[in-house]
């Protein structure tokens, strides 16, 4: 984190500025800031070093896409299960990280620095650094090779796609056959001329032959489906992972690239594995809220320029180590730098703005039923139960449809040569064209913070703290957005912290048909508004009693196990891979 975050300016005496730089040679730097905006290679490398930030934030705030509270788990099995799986991947902030975040970023920042000033050998650090980073990096690069394989994938074997005749076709993975559908992805005609071919459009033509036919759909359910990992070691448990063909091809190829890196140090390879580690990020951290999103970013926002303008740490711990912490692109005589954190930083609040975006879209989506039923509660006076009866509303939310890995759908089944989007399309396609309200917002308030850090670095001739500009940018186009349309209050109230995400809830509702009030769960035409009272007892109750009863109930288990193991033989150690069957598959 120390030196994730970072500044951007030019060469001065021979050494870099800083982390985040657009350096220039001291004998040819243009003398006024107009001149240098005549100086096309500096432009052409700024505007390199902007469009690739914002690139990877664009991509991996799509990736940390996943099921919003405001939807309710999907129906088919199979998308449960993946959506539970990146529920649980990612990491919500709490409200002391935005303290305890640039407290420790300080005090790595510092041990570095004065790690370097004690050894006086900085290719020593940069060297265990490196090592370092390309082991753990070898993670984040199996993850974003295999996405990257997933999105080609998609646009070559597409679930949907138009014909030389204008109509829909979908691809039936299970029969190896392509079928005719309306707009919506309702069959229609049935198969066309099986066997036919899963390539859409004109690359149908490259499976003349049925063979070929035949080896492209094996081709495609090879990628499409999902393998079980399985490891299990006696006394520790068992570990299950569904993976993709894509994930074990990238592989090999994550640990060539990190193994590349550390024995050549390019500068290639090593924006490489920064895209990685970025990419990665956006999918593991999340802000939780607005609240604590805004405060995380403001405390690295003051860290930021206190380490760059009033202490030595940031530039030099900066400018000494060769590690892969930033993303840097040269030409001719120039570099260019920017660091890491200043891409994580901004882009994790981006990707939560994403999501709430989505959120607010299945929140749209929310109907509220008449329903008749009995409310349980206590009586203010006496203390007893009450039961009345009343109408009430109960919320039913939309199950969620799955919006990432459908880019290739998304361009096949467009008209006029694939630059008209039609009006009715596939589900599947239709759960990926909500508004994005404000992540294009921060998104603009990026680019614009980018464009401001460049600004003052061309006025100022010294390093400038992107965060600086960043912060400011990012916060402040999200929070004007929402005031602007009236939506603070409802941006405010989303969080990531599970609160939100109930099922079956009842609520009171204003003149306006929105919910004002939540009145408890309903189970079997019943409220009980005394059972989150009862609740919490009997977890305080629980554990108290925890240690008597979980003795008991731990040797009586122990008696089993031992009985069961006298039955029959039992692993001690097994790693396998298991292959779906065929039904499973899209």
């Given at each position: 984190?120390?030196?994730?975050?970072?500044?951007?300016?030019?060469?001065?005496?021979?050494?870099?500025?800083?982390?985040?730089?657009?350096?220039?040679?001291?004998?040819?730097?243009?003398?006024?800031?107009?001149?240098?905006?005549?100086?096309?290679?500096?432009?052409?490398?700024?505007?390199?070093?902007?469009?690739?930030?914002?690139?990877?934030?664009?991509?991996?705030?799509?990736?940390?896409?996943?099921?919003?509270?405001?939807?309710?788990?999907?129906?088919?099995?199979?998308?449960?299960?993946?959506?539970?799986?990146?529920?649980?991947?990612?990491?919500?902030?709490?409200?002391?990280?935005?303290?305890?975040?640039?407290?420790?970023?300080?005090?790595?920042?510092?041990?570095?620095?004065?790690?370097?000033?004690?050894?006086?050998?900085?290719?020593?650090?940069?060297?265990?650094?490196?090592?370092?980073?390309?082991?753990?990096?070898?993670?984040?690069?199996?993850?974003?090779?295999?996405?990257?394989?997933?999105?080609?994938?998609?646009?070559?074997?597409?679930?949907?796609?138009?014909?030389?005749?204008?109509?829909?076709?979908?691809?039936?993975?299970?029969k190896q056959a392509v079928v005719s559908c309306d707009d919506v992805g309702n069959v229609t005609d049935g198969a066309v001329a099986p066997p036919s071919s899963p390539l859409p459009g004109l690359f149908s033509l490259l499976t003349p032959t049925a063979s070929l036919k035949s080896s492209v759909w094996n081709v495609r359910g090879t990628f499409k489906r999902e393998w079980l990992l399985r490891l299990f070691l006696h006394g520790v448990g068992e570990e299950k992972a569904h993976i993709k063909f894509a994930t074990m091809m990238s592989l090999p190829l994550a640990a060539a690239t990190a193994a590349f890196y550390f024995t050549t140090t390019s500068p290639f390879l090593s924006n490489i594995l920064g895209y990685g580690m970025c990419y990665c990020s956006f999918l593991v951290l999340s802000p939780t809220d607005l609240l604590i999103g805004s405060l995380v970013l403001w405390g690295l926002f003051f860290y930021d320029i206190f380490m760059v303008f009033y202490t030595p740490y940031m530039v030099t711990v900066a400018t000494t180590l060769d590690v892969p912490i930033k993303l840097q692109f040269k030409a001719a005589h120039r570099q260019s730098i920017l660091g890491l954190g200043d891409i994580v930083i901004p882009g994790m609040f981006i990707a939560w703005a994403l999501r709430a975006d989505l959120w607010m879209h299945y929140r749209?989506?929310?109907?509220?039923?008449?329903?008749?039923?009995?409310?349980?509660?206590?009586?203010?006076?006496?203390?007893?139960?009450?039961?009345?009866?009343?109408?009430?509303?109960?919320?039913?939310?939309?199950?969620?449809?799955?919006?990432?890995?459908?880019?290739?759908?998304?361009?096949?089944?467009?008209?006029?040569?694939?630059?008209?989007?039609?009006?009715?399309?596939?589900?599947?396609?239709?759960?990926?064209?909500?508004?994005?309200?404000?992540?294009?917002?921060?998104?603009?308030?990026?680019?614009?913070?980018?464009?401001?850090?460049?600004?003052?670095?061309?006025?100022?001739?010294?390093?400038?703290?992107?965060?600086?500009?960043?912060?400011?940018?990012?916060?402040?186009?999200?929070?004007?957005?929402?005031?602007?349309?009236?939506?603070?209050?409802?941006?405010?109230?989303?969080?990531?912290?599970?609160?939100?995400?109930?099922?079956?809830?009842?609520?009171?509702?204003?003149?306006?048909?929105?919910?004002?009030?939540?009145?408890?769960?309903?189970?079997?035409?019943?409220v009980d508004t005394t059972k989150r009272e009862e609740k919490e007892g009997a977890e305080a109750k629980g554990t108290n009693e925890k240690g008597a009863d979980g003795s008991a109930k731990k040797n009586g288990d122990e008696k089993k196990t031992e009985i069961k193991k006298k039955e029959k033989n039992h692993h001690v150690f097994l790693f396998s891979l298991e292959e779906p069957p065929e039904e499973t598959e899209d």
């Amino acid at each position: 984190m120390a030196t994730n975050s970072s500044i951007l300016g030019p060469l001065n005496g021979g050494a870099l500025d800083g982390l985040n730089t657009t350096s220039h040679n001291t004998t040819t730097r243009p003398e006024s800031w107009l001149e240098t905006l005549q100086d096309v290679d500096f432009l052409l490398l700024e505007a390199k070093l902007v469009l690739s930030a914002a690139g990877i934030i664009y991509v991996g705030a799509h990736a940390a896409l996943r099921r919003p509270p405001s939807a309710a788990p999907p129906r088919d099995k199979k998308a449960r299960r993946k959506a539970e799986d990146e529920e649980k991947l990612a990491q919500g902030l709490e409200m002391s990280d935005a303290i305890l975040f640039p407290i420790m970023a300080g005090i790595v920042l510092m041990g570095l620095y004065y790690l370097i000033q004690y050894l006086n050998d900085p290719a020593i650090i940069s060297k265990v650094l490196r090592w370092y980073m390309s082991i753990v990096s070898v993670a984040s690069l199996i993850t974003l090779y295999a996405h990257g394989v997933d999105l080609v994938s998609a646009f070559a074997f597409p679930k949907y796609w138009r014909g030389l005749d204008g109509r829909l076709r979908m691809a039936d993975q299970k029969k190896q056959a392509v079928v005719s559908c309306d707009d919506v992805g309702n069959v229609t005609d049935g198969a066309v001329a099986p066997p036919s071919s899963p390539l859409p459009g004109l690359f149908s033509l490259l499976t003349p032959t049925a063979s070929l036919k035949s080896s492209v759909w094996n081709v495609r359910g090879t990628f499409k489906r999902e393998w079980l990992l399985r490891l299990f070691l006696h006394g520790v448990g068992e570990e299950k992972a569904h993976i993709k063909f894509a994930t074990m091809m990238s592989l090999p190829l994550a640990a060539a690239t990190a193994a590349f890196y550390f024995t050549t140090t390019s500068p290639f390879l090593s924006n490489i594995l920064g895209y990685g580690m970025c990419y990665c990020s956006f999918l593991v951290l999340s802000p939780t809220d607005l609240l604590i999103g805004s405060l995380v970013l403001w405390g690295l926002f003051f860290y930021d320029i206190f380490m760059v303008f009033y202490t030595p740490y940031m530039v030099t711990v900066a400018t000494t180590l060769d590690v892969p912490i930033k993303l840097q692109f040269k030409a001719a005589h120039r570099q260019s730098i920017l660091g890491l954190g200043d891409i994580v930083i901004p882009g994790m609040f981006i990707a939560w703005a994403l999501r709430a975006d989505l959120w607010m879209h299945y929140r749209r989506l929310v109907k509220y039923e008449s329903t008749d039923l009995q409310i349980v509660e206590k009586d203010a006076t006496s203390g007893e139960l009450v039961t009345r009866s009343e109408t009430k509303h109960r919320e039913i939310k939309p199950s969620y449809v799955e919006v990432k890995g459908n880019w290739g759908d998304w361009f096949w089944t467009r008209r006029l040569m694939f630059l008209c989007a039609p009006k009715d399309v596939p589900p599947s396609i239709a759960a990926s064209n909500f508004k994005k309200t404000y992540f294009y917002a921060s998104m603009v308030g990026y680019l614009l913070g980018m464009l401001a850090t460049l600004a003052m670095l061309l006025v100022f001739k010294r390093g400038q703290p992107a965060l600086l500009y960043l912060v400011p940018g990012v916060l402040g186009t999200t929070y004007v957005t929402a005031i602007a349309r009236g939506e603070l209050k409802v941006l405010w109230k989303y969080t990531e912290d599970g609160s939100l995400d109930t099922v079956d809830v009842v609520v009171d509702l204003d003149a306006d048909g929105n919910p004002v009030k939540t009145i408890g769960k309903l189970e079997n035409g019943v409220v009980d508004t005394t059972k989150r009272e009862e609740k919490e007892g009997a977890e305080a109750k629980g554990t108290n009693e925890k240690g008597a009863d979980g003795s008991a109930k731990k040797n009586g288990d122990e008696k089993k196990t031992e009985i069961k193991k006298k039955e029959k033989n039992h692993h001690v150690f097994l790693f396998s891979l298991e292959e779906p069957p065929e039904e499973t598959e899209d």
